[in-house]
């Protein structure tokens, strides 16, 4: 599938899902079994209003969200997918007034189940604000004859 072919399909798959809208996810990149999604920074997603620090939930979502891009552009995918395991680990907050990018890789497939790992940067890519690791449905395509 064409990388052209693929960011019109991610940018169908974020347009599809309220959430996602709702936290002004962006596709930024898509190639086969990778996913770059970005979130600008947005008063209305403040977890702690004393800092202006996002809330938890809105990276979850964005980590949850590119790391099933990854899976769907992997290159034996069927299509849909669906979170069956994810794991944060929060290493510190988002440096308010910052956008933060989720970089995701899926990065082993079985017939069932995608493995996947990401992370969330804020503008220090040096340390990162999460990562995750996670485990997806996943169909592979039919062989074609």
């Avoid at 709702?22 to 190639?31: S, T």
């Avoid at 189940?113 to 995750?132: C, G, I, S």
């Amino acid at each position: 599938m064409s990388d052209d072919k693929q960011l019109r399909i991610a940018q169908q798959f974020i347009s599809s899902l309220p959430h996602a809208q709702a936290l002004g996810i962006k596709v930024v990149e898509i190639v086969p079994g990778r996913s770059v999604f970005a979130m600008p920074y947005d008063e209305k997603l403040i977890g702690d209003p004393a800092t202006g620090v996002l809330a938890g939930g809105a990276v979850s979502a964005l980590l949850d969200t590119t790391c099933g891009a990854a899976v769907m552009s992997h290159p034996e995918s069927a299509g849909m997918t669906a979170t069956l395991d994810l794991r944060i680990d929060y290493m510190r907050p988002a440096t308010p007034g910052q956008a933060i990018r989720a970089e995701a890789e899926c990065y082993h497939v079985t017939r069932s189940v995608a493995f996947v790992r990401a992370v969330a940067l804020d503008d220090d890519r040096e340390q990162p604000v999460a990562t995750a690791s996670g485990a997806f449905t996943f169909t592979k395509q039919e062989a074609k004859a």
